[in-house]
């Protein structure tokens, strides 16, 4: 069976066997991105960075397990080595978006290439433990990316496992719970010993009635923070107020990550927010799809656009890749926005009517 492994990744590469003068530094510029760290702090870290990279050019396999965290959990998972089946895995390296974190993940991934196990970087965006609404926010990108990589990779029939060897231990803790919903199998390892922890994935069920009861104020909350009044009367548990204005929680992101999939296939719904209004042939366009996958992803496309208009069309959302249209194609369509590739690609296709945007149809990519 083909099989993924997603590590959560720290900076223990970094950190171990450095002096205290070092570990002092790396710790209070932990939470720093690149364009936040400079100076003597950045040439004392960058020299740190160089001498690691270049003492695992050239580790044995054990001393590399030593150095990292996660190289740890995954060489044990391994058995101490690298057999052939661990050529054949995809190895997902999970990683924040601070200077330390990404690079020392990098050195992972160019530790692990050099074995000849093929790994790539997935960054999640803010995340960070400079405050707990920043630790939240940024755990919004680690529940999106599971719920896609859960999607995706059951329909191969792949066997994911989440090692949670590495990485700081607020995140790891939130994975685990994750793990319970989206891993085949969870692994970790402690720090001093060479015993793997092998945890498979709990036969858990979720009581939906919460979500289908609220659904529609929780999925303009999981779109945008909306008006605190916009979230009276859904369970407590499930939304984080402050200041008047309310987002949903992490166990309402995950609840309704794990519930929404199959409303989202029933039918188009209808817009989140004001700023996207359906034309008079959407409908008839979509219907084909209700009762499948390619109505949630419809329907989770709607809620991308809605979210990149309501943040001034400042960060465009994976996937999403709203563009102008070349000449007069599709009139009154002047836009188009990608749906899905599977043999065909499809896509959305509209046009702005002052800041709304009117989605026309769905159909063929016009150079199909």
Known sequence: MPRLMASTCGTSLLTNNASVEMRALLTRVANRRADELSGDPRRDVDQRIADVDKAMAVAAVMDAARAS????????????????????????????????GTRATEIVRDYLER??????????????????AAFEAGMEDAVDWCQETDREQRANGVHVVYNLSGGFKS????????????????VYIFEQSDELIRIPRLPLSIDSGEVVRHFDPLRRMHVAPVPAEEAVGVRESLVTVRDGVAKLSFLGLVLFEACARQIYETRLLEPPHALIRFGPHLEESARRWEGRRQMADINRRVDALAKYLIE???????????????????????????????GAAWRGFGHFEGKVFVIDRVGLALHH
Do not use: N
């Open 115 to 132: 074995e000849g196990v093929h790994a790539s970087l997935q960054c999640m965006r803010k995340l960070t433990t400079a405050s707990g």
């Open 312 to 342: 001034g069309r400042r960060h465009m959302p994976a996937g999403l890749d709203l563009k102008g249209l070349q000449g007069d194609p599709q009139p009154p369509s002047d836009h188009e926005f990608d749906l899905w590739s599977d």
């Open 69 to 100: 965290a996660e190289l740890h959990g995954i060489i044990a998972f391994y058995g101490g080595g690298w057999p052939r089946e661990a050529r054949r895995d995809t190895h997902v390296l999970l990683h924040t978006d601070t200077y330390l």
């Open 171 to 186: 995140w790891q803790g939130y994975m685990s719970a994750l793990g319970m919903l989206y891993a085949d199998e969870l």
